[in-house]
């Protein structure tokens, strides 16, 4: 007994020695970034030194719909609010505040991250510091970012699948990743290639080297002749010619970003949506060679998520984050009526094949079915547990698809409310979903990055698709794929 007993003590620490790994960077304590004396007794202006900084540095991440952890750094009341972890600025106390300590680098994570190209430097992070010591002081107008900020390239970590498109001939998913356009068989789920502009750059005049827009691609939609693609970003919209793979037209000017893009059903017009968040949404109907047609004002008080013509092309349908479907005359822009009932954000709006109704999204859960003529609701439809973010109506009849922040997609009934099927294995926030014009596919894409293609007649999953530079490893498994054991 003394004998074994004696060669265990010999060998365990032996067997300790053997298999001591090197210590992982990943685990490596943070770098504090290095503080400058910044040599005055003055209040720092949150309005005009620090908003401007989060502005430039942390806006990608952290305002409008885009909140990481649940943080706004957009306005102060946001920013004072906190996010996920609670009260993230303890005011006149900088060393327990949590934004400071992320942001100086002192705790992980560390922010903005080592991917981003834009860090803060020591001289922002001890003007941050001074501002919460001072009592983190507020403006005399609380004001919100000014996005006339120099825009960079959002991180790379960063690739929400914001925007999908089934092209007429169904030959092709388009999806809009982060801030590239990737293009899939819409049979097998296979890559064919990406869209890029080789001519992007940010606004500092740095080269966006495999990019279609510098910012998040929000939002897109074939032309019915397949030719064009529409795609629209921060305070752009790209025309994209299909044959060639190349832009042909790059339409600027919006005020932010440009969340929504609908065609008309012949093909003349397109219209898009969008505007900064608590001021006049845009809603805007161009020509299809991407000439101005006409310019809604005051059409919103809010940004505008959803834009949709209806069957004979003579009026748009409009939905908005000030709780209101609209219906617009074509091309003149003339108000018609709105709907009202949701209690939150209206992300997404739709009409039946013969324009009767309209099915409304939002960001209460809910979906709504409205008589047009009547301008009543004819139901509420429940079943989601987290925001309705996007809706599209399959072409020639009165079934919808959704997509929702539960992960949750499904096909409707606009007749009885009824749910048809579902498009199971999200694995995270939904903001994406497209469907075929007879529709028998159907994508999502989301929070997660990847886009799952499906059956749109049985629900099944053909893919989960990713570019190939997002594909794991052979001896990886993908996201959707359990771990062998």
Request: net charge positive; aromatic share 6%; hydrophobic share 40%.
């Amino acid at each position: 007994m003394n004998r074994i007993a004696f060669a265990v003590l010999i060998l365990v620490p032996t067997a300790g020695f053997a298999q001591e790994k090197k210590p992982d960077p990943k685990d490596a304590p943070p770098v504090p970034i290095v503080l400058v004396d910044l040599k005055r007794t003055g209040a720092v202006s949150f309005e005009k030194e620090i908003l401007p900084i989060f502005g430039a540095k942390c806006h990608v991440c952290h305002s409008g719909n885009l909140t990481e952890g649940k943080l706004d750094l957009s306005t102060y009341a946001s920013m004072m609010k906190g996010g996920k972890r609670g009260i993230d600025i303890v005011a006149g106390k900088a060393d327990e505040s949590y934004l400071f300590k992320v942001s100086g680098h002192i705790v992980k994570p560390i922010m903005p991250p080592k991917s981003e190209e834009n860090p803060l430097t020591g001289a922002e992070v001890s003007l941050i510091k001074l501002w919460i010591n001072q009592g983190a002081k507020p403006p005399a107008i609380d004001t919100k970012i000014k996005r006339t900020v120099v825009l960079s390239l959002p991180p790379i970590l960063v690739k929400p699948v914001r925007a999908l498109a089934v092209s007429p001939d169904k030959t092709t998913v388009a999806a809009g990743r982060g801030n590239q356009i990737h293009l899939f068989d819409a049979k097998t789920g296979d890559f064919k290639k990406s869209l890029i502009d080789s001519e992007l750059k940010t606004s500092d005049g740095k080269p966006a080297a495999n990019s279609a827009h510098v910012s998040l691609v929000e939002s897109m939609a074939y032309s019915p002749d397949g030719k064009t693609l529409a795609t629209g970003s921060f305070q752009e919209v790209t025309l994209w010619d299909m044959d060639k793979g190349t832009p042909k037209l790059r339409i600027a000017g919006f005020a932010d970003r440009v969340v929504a893009i609908s065609y008309s059903v012949d093909g003349k017009l397109f219209a898009t949506g969008g505007g900064a968040p608590t001021e006049d949404g845009e809603i805007r109907i161009y020509a299809a060679d991407g000439k101005l047609v006409t310019d809604i004002k005051n059409g919103h008080s809010d940004t505008v998520f959803g834009v949709s013509f209806s069957p004979d092309g003579k009026l748009l349908a409009t939905a908005a984050a000030d709780k209101f479907v609209k219906v617009f005359e074509v091309p003149a822009g003339k108000f018609v009526k709105s709907f009202e009932g949701h209690t939150h954000h209206v992300l997404d709006v739709g009409w039946t094949n013969d324009g009767k109704k309209l099915a409304s999204a939002g960001a209460d859960n809910i979906i709504k079915v409205w008589d047009y003529e009547k301008g009543e609701k004819v139901r509420d439809i429940a079943g989601n547990t987290k925001q309705v973010t996007r809706l599209l109506f399959v072409p020639k009849t009165a079934t919808f698809v959704t997509c929702a922040g539960d992960a949750g997609a499904k096909l409707w009934s606009a007749e009885n409310g009824g749910a048809m099927r579902s498009f199971d294995g999200g694995k995270d926030f939904l903001y994406a979903v497209t469907v075929s014009d007879d529709g028998k596919i159907v994508a999502t894409g989301g929070e997660d990055g990847i886009i799952r293609l499906f059956n749109g007649v049985d629900g099944k999953l053909i893919k989960a698709m990713l570019p190939p530079d997002a594909e794991p490893k052979k001896d990886e498994p993908k996201k959707d794929e359990p771990k062998k054991k």
